[in-house]
């Protein structure tokens, strides 16, 4: 039994960090910015401390704090297998599905969401505009403008019924003043939105090049908090191109940041077996043997599952392009799961992480 009592004032911190982790810098209150969060307007960062400030971000707490009157509405016979949709659609809709696919702006999107899915969603993954100077992404808030002249706007579509685009944002140039501002007053409400819909499990992976890397580094340590950080640093997405003809550096990468709601939480990203540094793998598992890399045999254990179909077997052979050889047992999936352990043979330049990459999964 521990001899010291509880430590109030530390705990009503850790409180007030889980609800605005964004309030609290070097673990302190950081009382301007509670009171951002909490709507107070015409805010002056004033204090000495360390702080990530920009043009805009006042009118950014602001266009999150705007409530929303939009609505969902079902389009029954526009999807696939259509199904049930669960609220916010509502139960009159008719339909039965699993998946959902919403057309919107994805800030009112957000909002709407806010109340049927605030703390219930377990993966998001955002692939934002990269700011390269060509996006077209800045949504021009006025908060003069009249409601019939928003609704207007952000109902635009073309002859096919589709929303344009151009109805929603205007292009954010790199010779303007405010470039790197204006995408982080578009990023940060729709994080803090996104942050919400989390469930105290949950993990949001966002997609970004080196143009924006370091600012979406920082938003994202205010928003969830820097403890919340799931990927040790950094995340690469390799792209294979050709080097010939530059007479500079080539980037070849760009980056996948990852956040849980709460860090504790979350299960382990690579699992228990998986080697604690990050081992750089292709978007390969399999290619032509050769002398470096020869053929060889991998048990795909029963319980692996298959995408895309529910029962389905392999005899033989499986793949398209490349074929693996089945030597044990024919390949059988029923309800999308392999229902034996099969040994296929082939050419696997990352043996082990696959084998690794089975142990977790199961």
């Known amino acids: 039994m521990k ?25 302190k209150v950081d009382w301007e910015k509670l009171q951002a969060s909490l709507g107070k307007e015409n805010i ?3 204090n000495e401390r360390y702080v990530l400030n920009w043009a805009g971000k006042t009118d950014a707490f602001k266009i999150l704090q705007q409530s929303t009157t939009a609505t969902l509405k079902p389009c029954p016979g526009e999807g696939i297998n259509d199904g ?38 377990k993966c998001i993954i955002i692939d934002p505009p990269y700011n390269t100077g060509g996006d077209s992404f800045i949504y021009p808030d006025k908060f003069s403008e009249k409601k019939e002249d928003y609704l207007k706007r952000i109902g635009e579509k073309d002859e096919e019924g589709y929303l344009l685009k151009e109805g929603f944002f205007r292009k954010n140039s790199k010779e303007s003043g405010h470039y790197h501002s204006n ?30 890397v370091h600012n979406l580094r920082l938003i994202m340590n205010e928003i969830f908090g820097e403890e919340n950080n799931l990927d040790r640093g950094i995340l690469t997405w390799i792209n294979k191109g050709s ?14 940041l990852a956040y849980g709601r709460q860090a504790e939480n979350v299960n382990s ?7 604690d540094k990050l081992a750089e793998l292709e978007h390969y598992c399999y290619n032509a043997p050769n002398p470096g890399n020869p053929t060889c045999e991998i048990t795909f254990p ?3 599952k298959i995408y895309g179909k529910e029962n389905v077997d392999f005899e033989k052979e499986v793949g398209d392009e490349v074929k693996l050889e089945i030597v044990s047992q024919k390949m059988e999936f029923k309800n999308g799961e392999l229902v034996n352990d099969v040994i296929l043979r082939g050419s696997f330049p990352y043996r082990n992480q696959i084998e690794k990459f089975f142990k977790n999964i199961l």
């Open 243 to 256: 080097t010939k003809g530059f007479n500079r550096i080539v980037k070849n990468h760009e980056y996948i």
């Open 84 to 121: 049930f949709l669960p609220s916010p659609f509502g139960e009159g809709s008719g339909v039965r599905s699993e998946n959902v696919f919403i057309e919107g702006e994805n800030l009112e999107v957000l909002k709407v969401l806010q109340k049927s899915y605030y703390g219930k969603i």
């Open 302 to 304: 029963a319980g692996l």
């Open 183 to 212: 995408w982080l007053s578009m990023m940060y409400p729709r994080l803090f939105l996104a942050k919400n819909l989390l469930r105290d499990d949950g993990v949001i992976f966002v997609h970004i090049d080196d143009n924006e």
């Open 3 to 27: 001899g010291k009592s509880l430590d109030i004032q530390q705990n009503q911190l850790e409180k007030l960090k889980q609800l605005f982790p964004e309030a609290i810098t070097e673990g």
């Open 269 to 275: 990203l690579y699992g228990k077996n998986y080697p």
């Open 44 to 46: 002056e960062f004033q």
